[in-house]
């Protein structure tokens, strides 16, 4: 008989798997980072454009955008390229990337320019769009601090510390960070974005099975706040 009460790695409900962030993980871009969160592995990469949207175009501000994609072989079984178009999930995942991120940047101060930040999976064991946020703006601090030293951008234009992470009602326990046995097991899934300050940025959460309460949805909210803290202690360890 299986014991539910348990965790795949043996973790506590609140505990997080070990978390490593690899800066300057790859040479040419204006930031890079691979952050390592148990056995998802995501690779962050940030470009800055000289430009800006056209809809942005003389407003004397900038943006940032993100890209989020599953190498073919980053899953248990090979994931198709999408190379005839993006599939919902990757819009969703790329657009609350990129709407958590841009709550790290004083956009108005950055210039009209463009951060575009490349979240690649090389390896997905759950809690992937959490782990591209927060190495996200690991990667965005380390090409904002390279425009800081230019003279090109104030430091105020970085903005401080964002971290996400996944919470979930998995066999009625709520744990946080699910790795992807549990993920797939979930009653439900909830993906928390917070800053330094415990403010929420985002709120992400869908029943699985039956609805949930708003009691157990407080529940979970709370049960992220400490490990977001915990991950902000890392980014800033990180970029010390």
Same mark, same amino acid.
């Given at each position: 008989?299986?014991?539910?009460?348990?965790?795949?790695?043996?973790?506590?409900?609140?505990?997080?798997?070990?978390?490593?962030?690899?800066?300057?993980?790859?040479?040419?871009?204006?930031?890079?980072?691979?952050?390592?969160?148990?056995?998802?592995?995501?690779?962050?990469?940030?470009?800055?454009?000289?430009?800006?949207?056209?809809?942005?175009?003389?407003?004397?501000?900038?943006?940032?955008?993100?890209?989020?994609?599953?190498?073919?072989?980053?899953?248990?079984?090979?994931?198709?390229?999408?190379?005839?178009?993006?599939?919902?999930?990757?819009?969703?995942?790329?657009?609350?990337?990129?709407?958590?991120?841009?709550?790290?940047?004083?956009?108005?101060? !950055?210039?009209? =320019?463009? *951060? $575009?930040?490349?979240?690649?999976?090389?390896?997905?064991?759950?809690?992937?769009?959490? +782990? @591209? %946020?927060?190495?996200?703006?690991?990667?965005?601090? !380390?090409?904002? =601090?390279? *425009? $800081?030293?230019?003279?090109?951008?104030?430091?105020?234009?970085?903005?401080?510390?964002? +971290? @996400? %992470?996944?919470?979930?009602?998995?066999?009625?326990?709520?744990?946080?960070?699910?790795?992807?046995?549990?993920?797939?097991?979930?009653?439900?899934?909830?993906?928390?974005?917070?800053?330094?300050?415990?403010?929420?940025?985002?709120?992400?959460?869908?029943?699985?099975?039956?609805?949930?309460?708003?009691?157990?949805?407080?529940?979970?909210?709370?049960?992220?706040?400490?490990?977001?803290?915990?991950?902000?202690?890392?980014?800033?360890?990180?970029?010390?």
């Amino acid at each position: 008989m299986t014991d539910h009460s348990l965790r795949p790695d043996g973790r506590q409900d609140d505990e997080i798997r070990p978390v490593k962030f690899i800066s300057n993980y790859i040479e040419y871009p204006e930031g890079s980072v691979l952050i390592q969160m148990g056995r998802t592995h995501v690779l962050c990469n940030v470009t800055v454009e000289d430009q800006v949207p056209g809809w942005m175009m003389g407003s004397g501000g900038g943006w940032l955008t993100a890209e989020y994609a599953l190498l073919p072989r980053s899953t248990h079984t090979r994931t198709r390229r999408e190379t005839l178009g993006l599939r919902g999930r990757t819009q969703e995942i790329r657009r609350i990337i990129g709407r958590s991120l841009r709550a790290g940047v004083d956009l108005g101060l !950055l210039g009209e =320019r463009t *951060l $575009i930040v490349d979240c690649d999976v090389l390896q997905a064991d759950g809690g992937t769009r959490t +782990a @591209a %946020i927060t190495g996200g703006y690991v990667a965005v601090a !380390l090409a904002l =601090r390279r *425009l $800081i030293r230019q003279g090109l951008a104030p430091a105020e234009a970085l903005k401080p510390p964002i +971290a @996400a %992470i996944s919470v979930g009602v998995v066999h009625g326990q709520v744990r946080v960070d699910l790795c992807y046995t549990e993920d797939s097991a979930a009653d439900v899934d909830l993906n928390v974005v917070m800053n330094d300050a415990g403010r929420m940025i985002e709120v992400q959460g869908t029943a699985e099975g039956a609805p949930f309460s708003r009691v157990e949805l407080d529940r979970m909210l709370d049960a992220a706040t400490q490990p977001i803290a915990r991950l902000i202690q890392l980014q800033r360890e990180a970029l010390a």
